[in-house]
Structure formats: C-alpha cells, structure tokens
C-alpha cells in the first residue's frame, strides 16, 4: 500500500503486472507446447484431415477467443458478480443437467462432459468452477452471521454440492467433482465455518471418495494402476508408465524442444491430461520447475489479493479471490501429481496450458476476475491516501 504526504507521494500502479505476465507466458508456453505434443497426432488423424498445426491453430483460435473473455469479464465490477452469482450457479447446474439429456450431451471417450457448438464442444463443468466460486463467496457473505450453525449455515450449501456433485458423478467428471468440492470447503473455511463441521466433512468426504473408488471398477482399475503401474504396462499401468519414461527420459535439462518421443503414440492426451510429461521429456526438470513455480506465484498473489481485500472490508472480493486462488491452485496440484505418478490418473488438465477451449476461457475469465479485484483494492487504496 502506498500513501501520499505532504512532501512526498508514490503512484500505485495500476494492475499486477506480474500477474499479468506470468499468465501471459503460460498462454504463450502452452501454445507451443501444445503444437510440440500435437503434431505427430495431427498428422496421423483423418478427423484433423492429416494436418500437422490442426490443433495449433485451433489452440490459438481459442486463445485468441479466451483472452476477449477475459477482458470483458474485466470490464464486469465485483459488484455485479456477487449480485448475478447464484444465477450464474443456477445455469451452470441447468447446463450440467443438459449435458446428461441423450441428444443433446455429446459422449466423448466413454464420458459425457459436452454441448456440442457446431464449431466447437462446450464443456460445462469448467465453467462452473468459476460459478462455484462465486456462489460459495457470495453464500459466505450472506450467511456470515449462521456459519456457527449446522442447519441455516452448513446444511444448505451440504446440499448444494452434493447435487452439484451427483451431476458431475453422472458425466462422469470426478476430477471437476474434486475441484469444485475443493472451492466450496476452502470458501467456508476461510469464512469462518464451525471447525468441527468442517473436520466432519472432510472426514465424510475421505469416506465418500473410498466408496466411489470401490464401487466402481473402472475407478479402482485407476487405483491399481497407479500403485504399481509396471505390473501392467500395456494395460491399467499403461498412461502412467509412458508419464513416468517421459521424465525419466527428460532428466535435467531435456531432451529438446519437439524432440520428444512418447509424443509419438505412446502417451495418450500428450496435449491435453499429460502435457507436463512432455514438458518434462523436452525441457527436462528445469521446465518443470519453471512452470510449477509460475503456478505458486500466481496461487500467491491470489491469496495476497484476496488478504488485501479482506482488510479493505471487502468480504466477497476476499473469498472470490482466494477462492481462484485454489480452483487454480488445487487443478495444478492434481495434474502435476498424475503426471509424475504421485496420485492417480484424472482426467483434468493443467490450468492456462492444456489444449481445450472451455478450460483456457474459463481460467482466463478466472484470472481476469482477479485482475478485477486488484486494481478495485488499488483503487480504494488511492481514495484512503492522504
């Protein structure tokens, strides 16, 4: 924060312009990457019609779509976000409805996560993580005086979520399920709910995903896999185990940029789920850590903005912040973990880099949403300045 005195006077900046760059370089990092683990696939593919920049082209075009999202969602005062949130849940939740209805929800890989555009496939459950953000922030602040109370404060949004999440567990999208189900505890908790109903949930929430994983085989097989991937490298282990030669082969610094050869039809979703193994074989452990780190900073400044908000009185602000603070932060997490074999195999995609239209315009809208709040704090700051 910075004061201006009589005698002497600092001007705040405007915007975060670290912020600003870090997801400016990852958009830009994933466009390359993206087109280096799509090439081989491109070619080979009669649905591409054999064109090597098919998904480069399409990755850009959705970058360049994005980033008009995200500068209108900028435009949009934080105001107007609290104000339309549970409407912008309640659509979410009809789209994720719609999604299901046979004829309008289109199947792709044995999951039925999209609407089909014509031109392009919308996948609602991205787009309600940012819903879920918002709503759960603005619950919060509504229910600020109940968050003691198990039936006015808890209860409810118990409800909410579990409908949400049944939804979800239709598709099926476990892995947006875990995201979201992320973005509503974390909200409650930094909103002051009851510590002994939050370490319930958690506690009902351990026991509920050990019962999902068991009561479905294709899910347990996942589980398996992921223990001991080598025990059936050509089967359940199959993804993981090319994740982790992808590594291995990289070492250090990697083998070269479009150098990779797990690219060449050995590791499935090269450009979408397991990106970073490709990162990881063509830039080695210096890119991976270059690119962790951009996503710790980003998750900071989320965090710190949301912090400033809070002590500028600005309830809703602090939550919706911090809130994409750990939609981003939790996704990242869960990504990087499947790559190297730390958790099991999820179908989520690394934030601001994956190929895919619906997750990079949701993550820009997310980030442009924090941008929002900053420069509102910055504004507020200049007005107390004296």
Known sequence: MSYVGANKSRVLPEYDAILLWLTIMLLGFGLVMVYSASIAIAEADRHTNYQYSYFLVRHAIFLVVSIVFGLMAFQVPMRIWQQSAPYLFIMGAVLLVAVLIPGVGREVNGSQRWLSLFVINLQPSEFMKLFAVMYAADYTVRKAAHMESFIKGFLPMLIVMLV??????????????????????????????????????????FVGFLLLIWSSPYRMQRVVGFMDPWADPFGKGYQLSHALIAFGRGEWFGVGLGASVEKLFYLPEAHTDFLLAVIAEELGFVGVTIVIGMFFWIVYRAFAIGRQSNILERPFSALAAQGVGVWLGVQSIINMGVNMGLLPTKGLTLPLLSFGGSGIAANCIAIAVLMRIDWENRQMMKGYAV
């Open 164 to 205: 949400i999440g049944w939804l979800l567990l239709r598709e099926p999208d476990f892995g947006a399920f875990a995201v979201i189900i992320s973005i509503a505890m974390s909200i409650l908790f930094l909103g002051g709910i009851n510590l002994k109903q939050f370490v319930g949930l958690i506690g009902m929430l």
